[in-house]
């Protein structure tokens, strides 16, 4: 069946300007998580859906990021005012329930320069 | 708090030989465990996990992972490594409980040599 897809898969933009990445779960997964992953580094965890519930920010690294959850499907992660230090593999990934296994999306690779 | 701590940031494993990657975590009750291998410019793949049951499990290619409760590990482990394992593996926690999201280690980046 289809995995978790994310959009576009290489951004490239200017320091200053908004970026929107794009995440769409597997069907019926309810819960869905963000992270970053810098070259060589681990996963930095960003925020997480889960069904209808608030979402957990406290991943977010800045006020510039943002993100929702539409009709509890496709995610957006918004972030503002991009810096070169936002340079990074971004991560999208869903799991059928609360604590199950997660399935990864390919990322969106994000440039800042 | 909660916590995931992977203590290896690197292992270097001839081919052939076995491997071990050591996992341990911090909480209160017994916990989903999952292990994650993401290869060189490549997507993060569930290796195995474990929910409950036989504390034994088995994943895919070859991997193996048992969960010791009175030392709170999942340890990670193969017997015979082949080159195509050099790739960074992650631990990771989770719980069906209200306000606790999975959590994962640090990574351990393995490296096979001929």
């Known amino acids: 069946g289809a995995g978790v897809s994310q959009s576009p898969s290489n951004k490239v933009t200017e320091k200053g300007k908004d970026v929107e990445l794009r995440c769409d779960p597997i069907?019926?997964?309810?819960?869905l998580y963000w992270y970053r992953q810098s070259l060589g580094q681990g996963l930095e965890f960003l925020i997480y859906?889960?069904?209808?519930?608030?979402?957990?920010k406290s991943g977010l690294p800045s006020d510039r990021f943002s993100a929702e959850r539409t009709g509890g499907s496709v995610s957006t992660l918004t972030i503002q005012r991009t810096q070169q230090e936002d340079s990074a593999v971004y991560l999208c990934a869903s799991s059928k329930d609360r604590g199950r296994e997660q399935y990864f999306g390919p990322g969106t690779r994000l440039t800042v320069t | 708090a909660q916590s995931v701590t992977q203590p290896d940031i690197h292992i270097t494993v001839s081919e052939g030989a076995s491997l071990e990657l050591r996992c341990n975590y911090s909480y209160g009750a017994t916990p989903y465990l999952f292990w994650y291998v993401q290869s060189p410019g490549q997507g993060l793949q569930l290796l195995l996990k474990y929910f409950s049951g036989d504390t034994l499990v088995q994943g895919i290619k070859g991997f193996e992972a048992e969960f010791k409760r009175s030392q709170s590990s999942f340890n990670l482990r193969k017997p015979s490594v082949h080159w195509s394992d050099a790739a960074e593996y992650f631990c990771?926690?989770?719980?069906?409980?209200?306000?606790?999201?999975?959590?994962f280690g640090a990574g351990t980046r393995l490296f096979v040599k001929a």
């Open positions: 859906f889960q069904g209808n519930s608030a979402p957990d």
């Open positions: 069907s019926g997964h309810t819960a």
């Open positions: 990771a926690v989770g719980a069906d409980t209200g306000g606790f999201k999975t959590i």
